[in-house]
């Protein structure tokens, strides 16, 4: 059994608008020590399933399908148990460090906050606690009692960090965490989070539109469009040779420096990512695809096989594999 | 080789009084139809730098000139230099008056500098251009019923329309989605190759330097460390600051990752000597030392060289292996 799994997860949000599908059968498992990462553009619905893993989505929200975290499903818990999960058997670190603390609180006490919640510990021992979090985060100790303003970018995304990490959770959700860092504090947050993840042998899903970032950070790679996972496998595999049109271009979006071929040639796609209120009919790719034909139009792909431990949700998949 | 469009003379900015050194002593030239990209991270006073270009920020010292016409502060020069430079913003979403349909902020430059011609042809023209096609079909929308890489394109579209010799780019497409990031930079390279404009464009992201530009100029707290032709300084960098950023680059395969350790620097605490020694894998693992260069780099600053020749660093460790 996996320590997380989703299966055939659709969550769709209600707004002035109507219905708005944001994830339309997502199914995905990890394990312990496991990395996946969840790549995808704005819309596309991977920060709805880290909300959606721990309920953390606005209660009208529709949400079919299944969340299971250790075999127990997220939907049937009590709230106590909800509670109790939340923080300990997954935790998330938040985009934006900025926004995501509280301006006029001690960081200390946004860290202690997580550790009094969920153990039977003293203040004075949960102090002790944060400041041993912050120390492994790479903050030095005696910065408990500052405020999150008195701290640069980086050591904020640290904090958060800190926080996530509070109650030891077997499932580590990271959404965007380094997103809005400079490219070398970018490197520290990220060779922290992959030495913390080898280190407790977590379950990393880590979302973020860098796939070049989640290919030297996760082993294996799962690709969103348009509220589905379109191509999923190996990272490496999926970001030198994709098999879905969409990855590939997303693909190309991180150019390698030092290739030719992308030199003085930059790669990109025609067309915006679709609204989700508004889906094209078939498959939601292919009014940007370079290769679609007429059927395309109509048919809408699932995920089929694609090599050896490989997915991908396009009918010339297999097709050219035969 | 001809007359720069633009060159920077030791080009000096600062703020709070001459607390903070935000550029510090900045000479470069930039050709028509060429692309440099400048390259730094936070605060290393790469957008000051650009700003002050367009004269946002009054200079310390030094000398700006645009197609050999100096950059003053007083409105007319300001006036008559905004129509040879433009500039393009980050966040299109910012940059553009949300109550303005995307024909008035087209028009507003045109207006602003009387421009001659026939107003929608002119408008409509720098929207198609600009990849917004059919034009009139945008005329009279607003920026929030377009997408961003749209509004990027309406920004871009407004610039242009000026015909400008040079092209200003803060981060052009760190705001937009990954996959409509190649067409933007695509559009801006088009006008390079067909109009001869040029572009400095300030970015974080090696990636898009490698993708559109000629040349690249690395900054560091203020000073230019390394300046050369693309090729050269993404392919076979000098200075161990470029070198290590490049290391970080997940792009790059192969390459040792170099992970600098603190903070990006603070302007108002320029170390003495070489301003990267603190930070410097070279200082930080005996190198320095060894090849008898240490009191070099913790006492004397320094400046590019060669002081000609295309491809120009700040290091003492480099320096010494020229000699």
Redesign the interface.
Same mark, same amino acid.
């Given at each position: 059994m996996s320590l997380l799994e989703v299966r055939d997860l659709h969550v769709t949000y209600r707004s002035e608008r109507g219905e708005v599908p944001a994830v339309r059968g997502v199914s995905l498992s990890l394990d312990a020590g496991e990395t996946l990462g969840l790549a995808g553009?704005?819309g596309c619905g991977k920060s709805t399933i880290a909300g959606a893993v721990l309920r953390l989505l606005p209660k009208e929200t529709k949400i079919t399908g299944q969340v299971l975290l250790d075999g127990e499903d997220v939907y049937e818990m009590k709230p106590g148990r909800l509670r109790a999960v939340r923080w300990t058997g997954a935790a998330i670190v938040f985009q934006g460090a900025l926004h995501s603390l509280n301006p006029v609180q001690r960081i200390g006490k946004q860290i202690t906050e997580a550790v009094l919640l969920h153990t039977k510990v003293s203040p004075r021992a949960a102090r002790a606690r944060a400041q041993d979090l912050l120390v492994r985060v790479g903050i030095p100790a005696d910065r408990i009692d500052r405020y999150p303003h008195q701290m640069?970018g980086?050591?904020r995304q640290r904090v958060l960090i800190a926080i996530a990490l509070a109650c030891d959770p077997h499932v580590l959700i990271a959404d965007e965490p380094t997103t809005a860092l400079?490219?070398?504090?970018?490197? =520290?947050v990220l +060779?922290l989070l992959e030495e913390l993840q080898r280190e407790k042998h977590l379950a990393l899903l880590f979302i973020t539109?860098?796939?070049?970032?989640l290919?030297?950070t996760c082993k294996r790679l799962a690709v969103m469009y348009a509220g589905r996972i379109v191509e999923e496998g190996p990272s490496e595999l999926v970001f030198t040779d994709p098999q879905h049109p969409?990855s590939r271009?997303?693909a190309?979006?991180?150019?390698?420096?030092?290739d030719q071929s992308?030199?003085?040639?930059? =790669?990109?796609? +025609?067309?915006?990512?679709p609204d989700p209120a508004s889906l094209p009919s078939g498959c939601p790719f292919h009014l940007?695809c370079a290769v679609a034909t007429p059927e395309c139009s109509s048919l809408d792909v699932e995920l089929r096989p694609a090599g050896e431990g490989r997915a991908a949700a396009c009918v010339h998949v297999g097709a050219s594999h035969v | 080789m001809s007359e720069p469009v633009l060159s920077l003379h030791n080009v000096q900015v600062q703020f709070g009084g001459g607390r903070v050194h935000a550029v510090d002593t900045v000479s470069l030239d930039v050709h028509a139809g060429e692309v440099l990209a400048l390259v730094g991270e936070s605060g290393c006073g790469k957008t000051t730098l650009i700003r002050s270009i367009i004269g946002l920020e009054p200079l310390a010292a030094g000398t700006i000139t645009v197609d050999g016409e100096k950059v003053t502060g007083n409105a007319r020069g300001l006036r008559a230099l905004r129509r040879k430079v433009q500039m393009i913003f980050q966040d299109p979403s910012g940059a553009l008056n949300p109550r303005h349909s995307i024909y008035e902020s087209v028009a507003e430059g045109l207006r602003i500098h009387k421009v001659k011609g026939h107003e929608p042809q002119l408008v409509g023209d720098a929207l198609a251009e600009a990849g917004l096609r059919p034009p009139e079909r945008f005329f009279r929308r607003f920026p929030h019923e377009v997408s961003g890489g749209q509004r990027q394109r309406v920004l871009i579209a407004g610039a242009m329309a000026l015909r400008p010799r040079l092209l200003l780019a803060d981060e052009p497409v760190a705001s937009l989605d990954a996959s409509i990031r190649g067409e933007i930079l695509a559009l801006m390279r088009s006008y390079v190759d067909r109009d001869g404009v040029s572009i400095v464009a300030v970015t974080h992201d090696l990636g898009l330097a490698w993708n559109i530009a000629d040349r690249v100029a690395v900054m560091y707290l203020g000073r230019i460390v390394e300046i050369g032709p693309a090729e050269e300084v993404l392919r076979a960098p000098q200075h161990p600051y470029t070198q290590a950023l490049l290391s970080v680059v997940p792009e790059i395969e192969g390459m040792e990752q170099q992970i600098l350790t603190g903070e990006t620097p603070d302007p108002s605490r320029v170390p003495s000597g070489c301003r990267f020694h603190p930070r410097c894998p070279l200082v930080a693992n005996g190198e320095a030392e060894r090849r008898g260069i240490i009191d070099k780099c913790r006492g004397v600053d320094l400046e590019l060289e060669p002081e000609v020749g295309e491809h120009r660093v700040a290091c003492h460790a480099v320096h010494v292996t020229r000699t």
């Open positions: 553009e704005s640069s980086g050591q400079d490219v070398m504090v970018q490197a =520290q +060779a539109h860098d796939l070049s970032v290919t030297h969409y271009a997303l190309a979006a991180f150019p390698t420096i030092g992308s030199r003085m040639n930059p =790669q990109g796609l +025609a067309g915006d990512p940007r | -």
